[in-house]
């Protein structure tokens, strides 16, 4: 069974807001840090979120990222047909000694 | 700005093994891990292992254990991952990532990938 939980798809229509969210345990986002990337169709993975909510330069601040217990969330406000992709969360995992991804989640702007 | 630059795309039969190579640019080399996912195609992201391209040292998802390794050339500032005994399973996208973790970071770890190369499909077929 997969380490971190995802939903398969979330859908909104442009302007509004989604959230994902990323389920795992107290040996992944319990004890350690999330990470987020977004993966446009036919392209390479690329940050959105490091250590639970922190965006890198360039990305802007519709994307947020928080932590609570044993899951993590990923926010989009103002959603644009632009941020149609793939969104997988990351952690590490403390039992395995390895990174682990999340089942990674669709997002479809109607 | 980093920049991570993949070989081209392979095509192996079953029972051979392939070797994958990811040249940074933009950076220290040595100052960064470099780790490896890869993506089967309509699939999740697996992640596979990390390198660290100062020491050498490596570590690998169970999974592959014994299947892949991971080493570097320093003076080229490049990253290969050889993965042997390819079964059509192994067919998919393989990536290099640049691996850090914050060193104000404190309660557990924060690692990530901030920098991805482009991908290299491998396909695995009689």
């Known amino acids: 069974q997969p380490v971190l939980t995802q939903p398969p798809s979330v859908s909104a229509a442009p302007g509004q807001t989604v959230t994902i969210s990323c389920s795992g345990s107290s040996s992944t986002i319990g004890n350690n840090y999330v990470s987020w990337h977004q993966q446009l169709p036919g392209t390479a993975p690329k940050l959105l979120i490091y250590?639970?909510?922190k965006r890198p330069s360039g990305i802007p601040d519709r994307f947020s990222g928080s932590k609570s217990g044993t899951s993590a969330t990923l926010g989009i406000t103002g959603l644009q047909t632009g941020d149609e992709a793939d969104y997988y969360c990351?952690?590490?995992?403390?039992?395995?000694?390895?990174?682990?991804f999340g089942t990674g989640t669709k997002v479809t702007v109607l | 700005q980093v920049q991570l630059v993949q070989s081209g795309a392979e095509v192996k039969k079953p029972g051979a093994s392939v070797k994958v190579s990811c040249k940074a640019s933009g950076y220290t080399f040595t100052r960064y891990d470099i780790n490896w996912v890869r993506q089967a195609t309509g699939q999740g992201l697996e992640w596979m292992g990390w390198m660290n391209p100062y020491s050498g040292n490596t570590g690998y998802a169970q999974k592959f254990q014994g299947r892949v390794t991971m080493t570097r050339s320093t003076s080229m500032s490049t990253a290969y991952m050889e993965l042997s005994s390819l079964r059509s399973e192994d067919t998919a996208v393989y990536y290099c990532?640049?691996?850090?973790?914050?060193?104000?970071?404190?309660?557990?770890?924060?690692?990530?990938?901030?920098?991805w190369g482009q991908g290299t499909l491998v396909t695995v077929s009689s």
């Open positions: 990532a640049r691996g850090e973790a914050s060193p104000d970071c404190s309660g557990g770890s924060c690692y990530f990938q901030d920098s």
């Open positions: 250590e639970n909510n």
């Open positions: 990351g952690t590490w995992d403390s039992s395995l000694s390895a990174f682990v």
